[in-house]
Structures are given as structure tokens and as C-alpha cells.
């Protein structure tokens, strides 16, 4: 597994010292992948998670012996940590690649044109067939609305607290929109529900709106204050300088500034709100037909079509779900590209 | 065009903590006055009251009073956004809009204060630029990022910015330091300029910069540090470095202190 230099013995400089050729951390890896299967096989393991940690143990040991043999203490102890680095990134990725592998796979079965441009309508959860129409249309009515509502909200009460923003009203504001960070769904879904019940309304698109609006707006304020503070001072202090007001200053030099960190926290925003089930199957019901109007009658979205689909264990409908589910990551993953692509766009130029 | 500026008594705050304490000193038009001294003997932040931009620092708070010609700065119903107008300012580091071009940021005082004709803006823009002795080497590339030029024509663009909305006094505060020796004698040569137009005021830590380029020097003091600053003599720049009237000066200019 290890090679020491040939002119190890006759070193003359302080300055040189043992090196592993740059083969080296492949034929270990692949040496204590060999020897964990074996070691799993011998000791009758099945499972292959089991042989993989046996594997990335033997690997980190020997990586650190070897290296130590070799090289010496630092170079080893520098060679396991880039080791665990890896293994902590394999770790979040292997998760993530799984679920899209998955969703992939088991999403295309049903998903076509027929399947977005219909709705249940009189279908069945058992029989095949149907669609999403009313879902996707559903969850953009929603989520636009709640955007048209948290996004100027958010951003304003961000440009309140980093621009005009001084004693007890800002750290009040400040404390409150960390409160409102920690909301669970469920209970600003509960919240609007009893003012739904006051005035004895029946369920609508907007008063789900309204809750995922409550859900966004500390995350919009908490990303534009970040964006506002990393304007330099010195750009307001030039823009005051020249005679020009303040408000003028934050509206034309301050926001255009920060226009691509902001609109990229909004984007992230709605992606953390669109796969939002439980304000929705409380204050928007859910619904097999196109109802496009938002402010009247049960509404569909995705993540509660997703939920009852799958709810009605039948075949068709876990179809139907996992289709849904391919649909929604990627509607979130298109606002994210989105998202970075006007970051880009919008972000202060540099070059010659 | 250019105005007198007349200071007395005058005190800047920061909250509760007094910075500069008790100066006044008359700043001549058309004529360039040096302000030299330690670091944090409160220059930059007497520079700052003379355009009310110390207020914008949080618990900035000034006492006395500024005379611009015959107008108190401080005076009661002076809007500070129009004191800002007529006293225009260059900062230490060249601060570029960085979303503008070079034209725009030019434009911008202009522009974002809403008081221009379309017609005179190009005109507007290019003799500035011209004043700021940077015409030559932008007018190829007026659409393209402020940001993208180097760091001396960077400050030649703030200085264009700042004479672009055509103020009666110009602060400068410390505008070389950030800047290599030949951007250096750029500027220092556009002083020289721009002394026939403007009154130009100049913070510097660098004496023979201050000696070069100023008709009048004021230096400032402090006796230890958490102690406010005070003006401790202003004279001709030729008196100064000399034969100042102060020891404390003579000890500052020749470096044996400071």
C-alpha cells in the first residue's frame, strides 16, 4: 500500500522529507474497501452500510498509519481530516442524490403533457389517469399572492431596521421577526383558521396565502438585512455627500446595490414556502377540480395533492404522488437557477 | 462662486464624548487649507461637521456655529441636504457607485437629486470629467463600470462626482492615502485646479503633501487620547512649516512627536 522514497536513508536537507505519491489515497481507499467487504463477508454482514463504515474506518486508520510511516505526524493528521472532510460531504450528498434519484425514477412514470394539463376531476384515486393542472395552479396562485404580501413587507421592515432603525422599537422589531422565524407552519396555518371560524368563512386559496405570507416574511427580512448590511457605508456617505437625500440614497444607490442578494433571499423564500402541506390542508382544503379563483372555494397545491395522493394508498395515486413530488422539486430547483442567474445579473459589475 | 467659511466655537459630539472641542479658524475662497495633526485628533471629524455630515454618524452631534458666507449651517430651518449641495465631499477611499458607469456615477449627483436639464447632463458630464483631469482616459469607456478603473482614476472619478453638482466648497479627506505617488501628484495637480473655482479644504497625514499643495495649514491636537481634539494654530503654510508660532507645531512638523 506504501512506497517509502528510495533515498529516504540520505536526506541531506532539513528542509525535505518523505512524500506519498499522489496514488497513494486511491490504493488505500481501495485496499480498505477490499479488506471491509472481506472482513463483512467473513464475519457474515449483509448489510452494505455495515461494510461501508468498516471501510471508511479501515481507511481513515490506515491513511494516518501509512501517512505517519511515510511522511510524518502532521502530514498524517492533515491526511485525516481531509479524509473526514469527504466522508461528512459524502454523507450530506449521498441523501440528497438518493432522494433525486428516486423521485426521478418513479416520477416519470406518469409524468407527461396529459398528466400537467388536467386535473382529477371526476377520477378515482384508484383508476389511472388525471393530473396536476389544479395543483400547479393552486400552489402559483398561493404562493404569488403571499409573495405579493411578504416580499414588500419583508423588505421594507429589513430597510427600517438597517437604514432608520435605533433603540428599543428596532430591537423590538428584531426580536419579534426572530420569534416569527420559529413559527411552525401549523400554528400560523391554526392562526389564520381562527379567524377564518370568527367570521365562519368556508376555505379559500388567499387564507392559505395569508399564512405562507406569515411563514415568508421573517425569512425575506432576515436575508434583505444581511444583503442591506453588506452595502458599504461609504457608498451612502458619497451618495449624503452629494447633496442627495436620504430616502433618494437607499431607493438608488443603497437597493440597486443589494437588488441581487435580495431578490436571490426572495427566491429562497418561496422555494422554502411552495412545499409548505399543513397551512394549506387547513385554510385551502384541497380540491380534485380547477378552481382558479384564490379568493373563493377549496383550492388544490402540490404538497397537499402530494399528501392526499398518497394518503389514498392505491397504486395510481402513488403514481400520481411521486410525479407531483418530480414536478415540485423541480419548480423549486428552477427558482433557485433562477434566482443565481439574476444574482449574477444584478450584481455590481467589475469589469474593465 | 466659491464662499468664506467662518467657524467659532465650535464643538462635535460623539454621544456623550466630546471630539473636538472649541474651534475657530476662517477657511479663505478660492484657496486650499490644510488641516494636519495625529490620528484621531478629530481633523476628519471637524472636516465632516463643515458639510453636516457628522450627524449622519450615530450620536453625532454638533454645538457653535459654521458660516457659509453669511449663512449658519447650523442655524435654525437649514436643511442639511442642501448644505450638502453647496459643500461638496471627496472621501479617504475612492468610493465608485458600483451598480453605475462611469458616466452615471458622474451624473449621479445630478440625477438623484432630480434638478437637470437632459440636454446639459452630457455637457455637465464631460466637463467635469475634464476638471477632474479624466476625460482623456474614460471617454472611450463612459458606459463602462466605474468600478473598473484603477484606483487613482477611481478618485478622479469621486472628485468628478463631487464637482459635477457644482458645490461652492469642496472637503477632501485624505484622498491620496489610498493612492500610489504618481495618482498622487494627479490629485495633487487637480487641486491646484480646481483651487481657482472651489474653496477646497484637506485633511492630510502627509506633511509634505499639505506643504505642497496648501496656501493655509491648520494643525490640530490632542493632549492625550480620550481627551477632545483642538485647533492649536492655523497660519500661512510657509509660517507653518517654518517658523509655527507653537511649539507643539514645530515638535509635530520636525517629528519628534506624534
Known amino acids: 500500500m506504501s512506497t517509502a522514497p528510495s533515498h529516504a536513508g540520505k536526506r541531506s536537507s532539513t528542509l525535505q522529507g518523505g512524500r506519498l505519491p499522489k496514488w497513494a489515497p486511491y490504493a488505500i481507499a481501495a485496499g480498505s474497501l477490499a479488506l471491509g467487504i472481506g472482513i463483512s463477508a467473513a464475519a457474515g454482514l449483509s448489510s452494505s452500510i455495515q461494510w461501508a463504515l468498516i471501510a471508511a474506518i479501515l481507511y481513515i486508520l490506515g491513511t494516518y498509519v501509512v501517512a505517519a510511516k511515510v511522511e510524518n505526524r502532521r502530514q498524517a493528521k492533515d491526511r485525516v481530516v481531509t479524509s473526514l472532510v469527504w466522508v461528512a460531504f459524502l454523507l450530506a450528498v449521498v441523501p440528497l442524490a438518493s432522494l433525486v434519484w428516486s423521485t426521478v425514477q418513479r416520477g416519470t412514470k406518469v409524468l407527461d403533457g396529459y398528466f400537467l394539463s388536467h386535473s382529477m376531476g371526476v377520477v378515482a384515486d384508484s383508476e389511472t389517469g388525471g393530473g396536476i393542472y389544479h395543483a400547479i395552479l393552486g400552489t402559483l396562485e398561493q404562493v404569488g399572492l403571499a409573495t405579493l404580501i411578504a416580499a414588500p413587507i419583508g423588505v421594507l421592515t429589513a430597510i427600517y431596521l438597517v437604514e432608520y432603525g435605533r433603540g428599543s422599537l428596532a430591537r423590538a422589531v428584531t426580536f419579534f421577526v426572530d420569534v416569527m422565524t420559529g413559527i411552525p407552519s401549523i400554528v400560523a396555518g391554526l392562526f389564520i383558521l381562527s379567524i377564518m371560524l370568527m367570521f365562519e368563512m368556508e376555505p379559500f386559496g388567499f387564507a392559505g396565502s395569508l399564512a405562507l405570507a406569515i411563514l415568508m416574511m421573517p425569512v425575506v427580512v432576515r436575508s434583505t438585512e444581511e444583503m442591506l448590511k453588506l452595502v458599504p457605508n461609504e457608498l451612502r456617505e458619497a451618495s449624503l455627500a452629494l447633496g442627495v437625500p436620504k430616502w433618494r440614497t437607499i431607493l438608488k444607490v443603497v437597493l440597486p446595490t443589494s437588488l441581487g442578494g435580495i431578490t436571490t433571499g426572495i427566491m429562497l423564500s418561496i422555494a422554502r414556502i411552495a412545499g409548505e402541506t399543513a397551512p394549506v390542508l387547513l385554510l385551502v382544503f384541497g380540491s380534485k377540480f380547477i378552481n382558479s379563483n384564490p379568493f373563493e372555494g377549496a383550492q388544490a397545491s402540490l404538497p397537499l395533492y402530494i399528501y392526499q395522493q398518497y394518503g389514498s394508498g392505491e397504486a395510481a395515486a402513488y403514481d400520481r404522488a411521486w410525479a407531483a413530488s418530480l414536478t415540485l422539486i423541480a419548480f423549486i430547483m428552477i427558482l433557485n437557477l433562477v434566482a443565481r442567474g439574476l444574482a449574477r445579473w444584478k450584481a455590481p459589475k467589475t469589469g474593465r | ?258
Not at chain 2, 156 to 176: F, N, S, Y
Open chain 2, 1 to 258: 462662486m466659491a464662499k468664506r467659511i467662518d467657524v467659532s466655537g465650535l464643538n462635535a459630539y460623539y454621544g456623550s464624548f466630546l471630539a473636538i472641542e472649541d474651534i475657530s479658524m476662517t477657511v479663505e475662497p478660492r484657496s486650499v487649507t490644510a488641516f494636519i495633526g495625529p490620528s484621531g485628533c478629530g481633523k476628519s471629524t471637524f472636516l465632516r461637521t463643515l458639510n453636516r455630515m457628522h450627524e449622519v454618524t450615530p450620536g453625532g452631534r454638533v454645538e457653535g456655529k459654521v458660516m457659509l458666507d453669511d449663512e449658519n449651517l447650523y442655524g435654525t430651518g437649514i436643511d442639511p441636504v442642501a448644505v450638502r449641495r453647496e459643500v461638496g465631499m471627496v472621501f479617504q477611499r475612492p468610493n465608485p457607485f458600483p451598480t453605475m458607469s462611469v458616466y452615471d456615477n458622474v451624473a449621479a449627483g445630478l440625477r438623484l437629486n432630480g434638478s437637470y436639464k437632459k440636454s446639459q447632463l452630457d455637457d455637465v458630464v464631460e466637463k467635469s470629467l475634464k476638471g477632474a483631469n479624466l476625460w482623456n482616459e474614460v471617454k472611450d469607456r463612459l458606459n463602462k463600470p466605474g468600478s473598473g478603473l484603477s484606483g487613482g482614476q477611481q478618485q478622479r472619478l469621486c472628485i468628478a462626482r463631487a464637482i459635477a453638482v457644482e458645490p461652492k466648497v469642496l472637503l477632501m479627506d485624505e484622498p491620496c492615502s489610498a493612492l500610489d505617488p504618481i495618482s498622487t501628484l494627479a490629485i495633487e495637480d487637480l487641486i491646484g485646479e480646481l483651487k481657482e473655482r472651489f474653496t477646497i479644504v484637506i485633511v492630510t497625514h502627509n506633511m509634505q503633501q499639505a506643504a505642497r499643495v496648501s496656501d493655509r495649514t491648520a494643525f490640530f491636537n490632542l493632549a492625550a487620547v480620550g481627551q477632545p481634539g483642538k485647533l492649536i494654530e492655523i497660519d500661512d503654510t510657509e509660517r507653518i512649516f517654518s517658523n509655527p508660532s507653537v511649539q507643539a507645531t514645530e515638535d509635530y512638523i520636525s517629528g519628534r512627536f506624534g
